[in-house]
């Protein structure tokens, strides 16, 4: 299995994956990262770890459709059978979603369908919810709506600062996105023996 891992940030989650690979957890092939930020962190710490880099943003292009279509060429190109959203901070739209569709998947800081948006883990907190969580999901033309695959939940205690439950949701996030993933590797490869 081929992957793509599209990110905008700092990349915490590329890393997780990336690590997941080398040390053979997760039995795929990182093809390369992408970057709508040509500065984002993420491109650092993948070119630290030896994975190929591409970054355009859709202001390179004409409209949002033809910069989707840049980056389904390149997913053509490299054979990509998965692409796995960490942390990249836009829409996918139409373009992309019907050239791959069913084979995107994203990370979200909640327990979908609560907390969906960019805030997941701020409005958790600040709705005083007794847990919260992380969600890997199929995307879809929503917003963090699509199908769920897996979810790991996270209790918010009276002790917790949003800073504190931030470290918790990525800690979770960084254990469950490689679990997740290689236990579809493997569900695929049993389909296909
Ligand atoms: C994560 O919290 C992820 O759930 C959300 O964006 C954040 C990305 O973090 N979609 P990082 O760039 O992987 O460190």
């Not at 990349?11 to 957890?25: L, R």
């Not at 390179?60 to 459709?65: E, R």
């Not at 918010?156 to 993933?181: F, N, R």
């Amino acid at each position: 299995m081929k992957f793509a891992i599209f990110a905008s940030g700092n990349g915490s989650n590329f890393q997780a994956i990336a690590e997941a690979i080398v040390s053979g957890q997760i039995k795929a092939e990182l093809r390369f990262v992408f970057s709508d930020k040509k500065d984002a962190f993420v491109i650092q710490r993948a070119k630290r770890m030896q994975v190929p880099t591409y970054s355009f943003a859709p202001t390179d292009f004409k409209s949002k459709a033809l910069y989707e279509a840049a980056l389904t060429e390149l997913l053509n190109e490299q054979d990509i059978d998965l692409v796995l959203l960490a942390g990249y901070m836009r829409i996918v739209g139409p373009t992309l979603l019907e050239a791959y569709a069913g084979q995107i998947i994203n990370i979200h800081p909640s327990l979908l369908p609560a907390f969906p948006g960019i805030n997941g883990i701020r409005d958790a907190f600040e709705a005083k919810v007794k847990e919260t969580g992380v969600t890997v999901h199929y995307i879809d033309e929503g917003v963090d709506t699509g199908p769920i695959i897996a979810q790991a939940k996270v209790p918010i205690t009276s002790g917790d600062t949003l800073t504190s439950l931030e470290t918790k949701i990525h800690q979770t996030e960084h254990q469950i996105y490689p679990e997740v993933l290689a236990q579809l590797i493997k569900t695929t490869q049993g389909e296909s023996k």
